[in-house]
Nanobody
Framework: QVQLVESGGGAVQPGGSVRLSCKAS????????MGWFRQALGKQRELVAT?????QTNPGDAVKGRFAITRGETQVSLQLRNLKPEDTAVYFC??????????WGRGTQVTVSS
């Protein structure tokens, strides 16, 4: 089992930036994919960005040009800039292990409001 714990988030003004971090722990053979999804109130969970070990990044359409994602063996960080009210959501850390099993964090709230 893999546990994912997010940190960061909170209230941010429009045009600002936020940095989210996620740390994985537990029984891990390998985590070739780590990244972030988000879910706004009343909407489906959507991709923010994932990063494959080795460098391939897969961004969601809503954040293209406004994000940076980095990772190590057991952690992944996301920076979002030029935040908009529509970026308000719960952001979930995501990881996939070598067997294809998927893990989720409990989420961290980001609220963009003036």
């Amino acid at each position: 089992q893999v546990q994912l714990v997010e940190s960061g988030g909170g209230a941010v003004q429009p045009g600002g930036s936020v940095r989210l971090s996620c740390k994985a722990s537990g029984s891990m053979v390998g985590l070739p994919v780590m990244g972030w999804f988000r879910q706004a109130l009343g909407k489906q969970r959507e991709l923010v960005a994932t990063l494959v070990k080795g460098g391939q990044t897969n961004p969601g359409d809503a954040v293209k040009g406004r994000f940076a994602i980095t990772r190590g063996e057991t952690q992944v960080s996301l920076q979002l800039r030029n935040l908009k009210p529509e970026d308000t959501a719960v952001y979930f850390c995501y990881a996939q292990d070598d067997s294809g099993s998927v893990y989720w964090g409990r989420g961290t709230q980001v609220t963009v409001s003036s």
